[in-house]
Each structure stands twice: as structure tokens, then as C-alpha cells.
């Protein structure tokens, strides 16, 4: 089975940095994703980790570990747009299985 | 066409009745997927087709639920004798042979009074 685990809800300031982290029991590994949905949107494509270490794109940043079967994504100089709910998900074989989703919500 | 087209946005269906849910991936995709989506939860996995045959079946819930692409293209989602726990979003995804990513519809919002 699958098992994905990260935390429910995170708040920050304007400006700051904040990172979620993402642990992970799966049969197979093929890659973790993240994906940024807003509220009655589509989930949309973040970052995708299939090795070890940090993977770094403008403000968003991810990092894996497989050994620890962890992840987590930073995001920094937090804007307003970027309150949204964070999706972790790994694959194996063709397919994602997801965590619930972490909602950040940034505050002036 | 550029993106993955669900239809309709939204459904609202009385108890009992049947549904289609539409799902018109990005041209050339030869993956599909199906999703739903509770409020507050993740995606959780319903059917893979890899061209117009189902790779995969396992999520779907209950002999209910049953869909179909016959010409690798477009999808169906079909679901008979709706229940009020059926009400969720339905997620389509569609991604490339190779392609790491998948690319999400805006979903469809099924709600069943």
C-alpha cells in the first residue's frame, strides 16, 4: 500500500520562507511531484525529484531523500498568490498516489 | 487541443440517477487518468488507460463506476445509480509515453442530493 504523510495546514508571513515537508511508505518509486492547487482549480506541476538531493526552480526548491523516504518543498519570498494547498505524491510504475495536501495560507 | 478539457464544470444529480463525465486530454497523450478528489483530500486514483484499453481499474470503487476511451482519445466516466458519497471532483490527467508529468483538467464537481 501507500502511505504519504504531511502536515494539514501552514501559515507564514509575507516575504518569509516556509517548507513542507512530505514522508512516504510506497510499493515502488518512480519519482516524487509537487503540485500547487488552488481553491477549485486543477492541480498544477511544481517539481519532480527521481534522485537524491535539492532541485531548485526561481522561489520553489524540492529535496528527497530515499533512504528516509522524505521530501520536502521550500518556498521562499512568500507571496499572496502562493496560499494554495501544496500536493505531495509519489509514482510508481504510471501511477501518482497523493497525500492530502498541506494549505498554506501566507498573511500580509 | 492546449490543455486537458473536462465537461461538464459542474453536475448536480439526483440520487439513483446515472452520469457521464467528459474528459478531452491533450492531443497526442497516450495516458489517461481518472482521479477524485474529496474535499480536503488528495487525488486518489480511479482508472488508467494507456491508448484506448484500461491498463488499470483498481481504484474504481464499486461496479457502479465504469469508463471508456474507445479511440484513445476522449474518456467517459460513467457512473449509475448515484449515492450522496459520490460527490466529490473528478479529476482527468493526461500525459505522454515517457513523460514523467501528468497534466490535470480543472475537474468536474459532482454533487449528488
Known amino acids: 500500500g501507500q502511505n504519504i504523510d504531511q502536515p494539514t495546514e501552514m501559515t507564514a508571513t509575507e516575504g518569509a520562507i516556509v517548507q513542507i515537508n512530505c514522508t512516504y511508505q510506497t510499493s515502488g518509486f518512480n519519482g516524487l511531484f509537487w503540485y500547487q492547487q488552488h481553491a477549485g482549480e486543477a492541480p498544477t506541476f511544481l517539481s519532480y525529484?527521481?534522485?537524491?538531493g535539492l532541485e531548485e526552480k526561481g522561489r520553489f526548491s524540492s529535496f528527497l531523500s530515499r533512504s528516509k523516504g522524505y521530501s520536502y518543498l521550500l518556498l521562499k519570498e512568500l507571496q499572496m498568490k502562493d496560499s494554495a494547498s501544496y500536493l505531495c505524491a509519489v509514482k510508481s510504475d504510471y501511477k501518482l498516489s497523493f497525500g492530502a495536501g498541506t494549505t498554506v495560507t501566507v498573511r500580509a | 487541443g492546449a490543455g486537458v478539457s473536462q465537461t461538464p464544470s459542474n453536475k448536480v444529480t439526483e440520487k439513483g440517477k446515472y452520469v457521464e463525465l467528459r474528459c478531452d486530454p491533450i492531443?497526442?497523450?497516450?495516458?489517461l487518468y481518472w482521479y477524485r478528489q474529496s474535499l480536503g483530500q488528495g487525488p486518489e486514483f480511479l482508472i488508467y488507460?494507456?491508448?484506448?484499453?484500461?491498463?488499470?481499474d483498481s481504484g474504481l470503487p464499486n461496479d457502479r463506476f465504469f469508463a471508456v476511451r474507445p479511440e484513445g482519445s476522449v474518456s467517459t466516466l460513467k457512473i449509475q445509480r448515484t449515492e450522496r458519497g459520490d460527490s466529490a471532483v473528478y479529476l482527468c490527467?493526461?500525459?505522454?509515453?515517457?513523460?514523467?508529468?501528468?497534466?490535470f483538467g480543472s475537474g468536474t464537481r459532482l454533487t449528488v442530493v
Open positions: 492531443s497526442g497523450h497516450t495516458a
Open positions: 488507460f494507456q491508448g484506448t484499453g484500461a491498463a488499470d
Open positions: 490527467a493526461s500525459s505522454s509515453e515517457g513523460n514523467y508529468g501528468y497534466t
Open positions: 525529484n527521481v534522485l537524491d
